[in-house]
């Protein structure tokens, strides 16, 4: 019979040894130290044991004791260190005992290079642990943190590591990025891309990511940073070479990238174009692992989402159409059907991303998308799909795809687009909701024709509840969506509107501190009050409320775009038969009318003078009554004086108005 095998050591077994660690004498606490680290390394039940059994607190405590040895602090660090690569479980523990100021404060006094090492390897792993809630914000709660951070770098390559990677991920915010950059990172940085080690290289760059997102002025400090007489763009191209591992030119182009969207770095920059853009669709082919093809197409949505001129270059290279619209169908190999689907989902959302930034300025690349095989049919799955990154994809490709008229007329009729879509806001995060409102803005256009079906299913509830959102870019789509319904609607679609809204919350949306939605609710009234029939309706039912809510607006706001599209509602009402009297009864109105014929901007003194001429319009009844109550406000007059202007555009209107009076 053959013997059992013993395994070296086993915690729970030897209790007696780790008493010692609590011995007065230091040699045997050193001693039971080390018997500890070699029974924890590399196994995760022993590392578990060890935590449950209450033996971390100890070893924190020899860790920030300054008057115990270096050599006993390093080892109880180095168990420290191997507990945090254990578990999520494990490390989320070592978070709550408290692992991570202890370990930054021993950094402080240490004269020992390999205590220094040590400490910094734990910090790094506790960081790139992944678990929640692990305290980051103690690394920039103190300026000196940074600065000794970044001198410790210095050192060692197992420290250049160790403080790159520990900053890659601690940066969280714009102040975090000013703050390593105001304490010398940027110099670092420039030093470490020319480091001859790939681990110190693939760390930097993650570094240089954190440190360059969407902070405009740390990213023109990088961008402006040199070494030994080269540029951090050149060193980034440089590393970006066919020649180098796909990790790495993955990574420099990202960093390329993150610096063009941060304005440091134009789009017509070869860098970027000929570069950057050809270096991340080589990325995405099928010879790379499916997470390099990823965060390639990924990082490539982020690089032309706004540029029309890298939109333009990206779809006609190297087949990258095809390649995204086969990341939509593409039967990954996996271990198990959770992984398998876990994996086309992110490919999915990739290409919808990709997708999305491609055909956001160009009819042309739009259409090639769309005539894309099946490309619609995975839109629709993906807006229906259980996955939120998945539908948050999909919902930002159909927004960028329904700016074609076109494909709204055609296209997406086909395919009913707006049924899933419908059924997306209802309940949906405020992140879907945005996006699916701008598109649902652009479904709801008068020649769409899936506006009649949308509003057989609810879409002016929907919308005017969105209108009531703290969210103001939700605010401003279900106004923009409510304009854009009312926009030549028939006359029952309109009271529908103002049924669900209600002109209270008109006047809410009028006070709105968001210009933006202050005009798009100005239009959404000058769309209501449109063709006569609907006018007078509408003013006979809110006729006072909507008066006092443009008079409102035309005193409040020095916004003169503002004003001149509350003088534009009010032309339209002088163009009612009925409704006309809400103007020239109103003393106030008319006298505010008098006063913008006047104002130094021609567009608002066109629509002042629109005002007058619906008013007085010869062919219609009682408009000699109103030309003698507007000469008793002297605005024929005034009309006289302003057929003196040199304005071309004014002049016609001051001459089309003049002829409407009788002599």
């Known amino acids: 019979m053959m013997d059992v095998i013993q395994p070296f050591m086993s915690v729970e077994s030897c209790r007696s040894y780790i008493d010692e660690l609590y011995s007065p004498d230091e040699q045997k606490v050193l001693s039971a130290a080390i018997r500890l680290k070699n029974a924890v390394i590399g196994s995760n039940r022993q590392k578990g044991s060890v935590i449950m059994q209450g033996v971390v607190p100890k070893l924190i405590q020899i860790l920030g004791d300054n008057s115990l040895s270096s050599e006993l602090r390093t080892q109880a660090a180095i168990i420290i260190g191997s507990l945090t690569k254990g578990s999520q479980e494990h490390v989320q523990e070592l978070i709550k005992l408290g692992i991570l100021p202890v370990t930054l404060n021993a950094l402080r006094p240490s004269n020992d290079p390999r205590l220094t090492e040590t400490c910094l390897r734990v910090i790094s792993s506790v960081c790139t642990s992944r678990a929640t809630n692990c305290a980051?914000?103690?690394?920039?709660?103190?300026?000196?943190?940074?600065?000794?951070?970044?001198?410790?770098?210095?050192?060692?390559?197992?420290?250049?590591?160790?403080?790159?990677?520990?900053?890659?991920?601690?940066?969280?915010?714009?102040?975090?990025?000013?703050?390593?950059?105001?304490?010398?990172?940027?110099?670092?940085?420039?030093?470490?891309?020319?480091?001859?080690?790939?681990?110190?290289?693939?760390?930097?760059?993650?570094?240089?990511?954190?440190?360059?997102?969407?902070?405009?002025?740390?990213?023109?400090?990088?961008?402006?940073?040199?070494?030994?007489?080269?540029?951090?763009?050149?060193?980034?191209?440089?590393?970006?070479?066919?020649?180098?591992?796909?990790?790495?030119?993955?990574?420099?182009?990202?960093?390329?990238?993150?610096?063009?969207?941060?304005?440091?770095?134009?789009?017509?920059?070869?860098?970027?174009?000929?570069?950057?853009?050809?270096?991340?669709?080589?990325?995405?082919?099928?010879?790379?692992?499916?997470?390099?093809?990823?965060?390639?197409?990924?990082?490539?949505?982020?690089?032309?989402?706004?540029?029309?001129?890298?939109?333009?270059?990206?779809?006609?290279?190297?087949?990258?159409?095809?390649?995204?619209?086969?990341?939509?169908?593409?039967?990954?190999?996996?271990?198990?059907?959770?992984?398998?689907?876990?994996?086309?989902?992110?490919?999915?959302?990739?290409?919808?991303?990709?997708?999305?930034?491609?055909?956001?300025?160009?009819?042309?690349?739009?259409?090639?998308?769309?005539?894309?095989?099946?490309?619609?049919?995975?839109?629709?799955?993906?807006?229906?799909?259980?996955?939120?990154?998945?539908?948050?994809?999909?919902?930002?490709?159909?927004?960028?795809?329904?700016?074609?008229?076109?494909?709204?007329?055609?296209?997406?009729?086909?395919?009913?687009?707006?049924?899933?879509?419908?059924?997306?806001?209802?309940?949906?995060?405020?992140?879907?909701?945005?996006?699916?409102?701008?598109?649902?803005?652009?479904?709801?256009?008068?020649?769409?024709?899936?506006?009649?079906?949308?509003?057989?299913?609810?879409?002016?509830?929907?919308?005017?509840?969105?209108?009531?959102?703290?969210?103001?870019?939700?605010?401003?789509?279900?106004?923009?969506?409510?304009?854009?319904?009312?926009?030549?609607?028939?006359?029952?679609i309109k009271l529908q509107i103002l049924n669900s809204l209600g002109t209270d919350q008109i006047f809410r949306l009028l006070q709105d501190p968001e210009l933006e939605i202050l005009m798009k609710t100005l239009g959404l009234l000058r769309n209501l009050l449109s063709t006569k029939p609907h006018i007078d309706h509408i003013m006979g039912l809110h006729g006072a409320a909507i008066m006092h809510a443009v008079l409102y607006v035309l005193e409040g706001s020095s916004d003169l775009a503002v004003k001149e599209q509350a003088l534009c509602i009010l032309a339209n009402i002088g163009d009612g038969d009925t409704a006309k009297n809400f103007l020239i009864h109103n003393e106030e109105v008319l006298k505010k009318i008098k006063d913008y014929m006047t104002n130094k901007n021609v567009k608002v003194q066109v629509a002042a003078i629109f005002c007058i001429t619906n008013l007085i319009w010869k062919d219609e009844p009682g408009s000699l009554e109103r030309q003698m109550r507007l000469k008793e406000f002297g605005i024929d007059k005034l009309l006289h004086a302003l057929i003196q202007t040199s304005d071309t555009f004014l002049w016609e209107k001051v001459k089309t108005a003049l002829a409407q009076f009788s002599d």
């Open 136 to 492: 980051l914000e103690l690394i920039f709660a103190d300026r000196k943190t940074i600065s000794m951070l970044l001198s410790l770098a210095l050192q060692s390559v197992s420290n250049q590591i160790s403080v790159t990677q520990i900053l890659a991920v601690a940066i969280k915010t714009p102040s975090d990025q000013n703050m390593v950059c105001e304490e010398g990172g940027v110099p670092l940085l420039a030093t470490l891309l020319c480091s001859p080690h790939f681990p110190v290289l693939i760390s930097t760059l993650k570094f240089v990511a954190s440190l360059s997102h969407q902070n405009p002025n740390v990213s023109l400090d990088i961008v402006n940073a040199s070494f030994d007489g080269k540029s951090v763009p050149d060193l980034l191209v440089q590393l970006m070479a066919r020649d180098q591992p796909s990790q790495m030119q993955l990574i420099a182009a990202k960093c390329i990238t993150f610096l063009h969207r941060a304005s440091a770095i134009p789009a017509t920059d070869p860098k970027v174009m000929f570069k950057t853009l050809p270096c991340l669709v080589c990325l995405s082919k099928a010879q790379y692992d499916w997470a390099t093809r990823v965060t390639a197409v990924e990082t490539l949505a982020y690089l032309t989402e706004v540029d029309s001129k890298l939109q333009e270059v990206a779809s006609i290279s190297n087949h990258l159409i095809p390649t995204l619209a086969n990341f939509l169908h593409y039967k990954p190999a996996g271990s198990s059907p959770t992984e398998v689907e876990h994996i086309s989902r992110e490919l999915r959302a990739a290409a919808f991303m990709a997708f999305a930034s491609l055909g956001a300025n160009d009819e042309d690349i739009r259409k090639k998308i769309i005539e894309t095989e099946n490309l619609m049919g995975a839109v629709v799955a993906g807006l229906q799909d259980a996955e939120p990154k998945v539908r948050l994809s999909a919902i930002r490709c159909l927004h960028s795809l329904s700016r074609s008229v076109q494909q709204l007329r055609t296209t997406f009729q086909d395919h009913s687009v707006w049924k899933p879509l419908m059924e997306l806001l209802k309940g949906a995060s405020d992140d879907i909701l945005s996006v699916a409102s701008s598109t649902l803005c652009n479904l709801l256009l008068e020649f769409s024709p899936s506006k009649e079906p949308m509003l057989e299913s609810g879409a002016v509830d929907l919308l005017c509840n969105l209108t009531r959102r703290c969210d103001p870019a939700l605010r401003l789509n279900g106004t923009w969506a409510l304009m854009n319904m009312a926009f030549q609607a028939e006359q029952k």
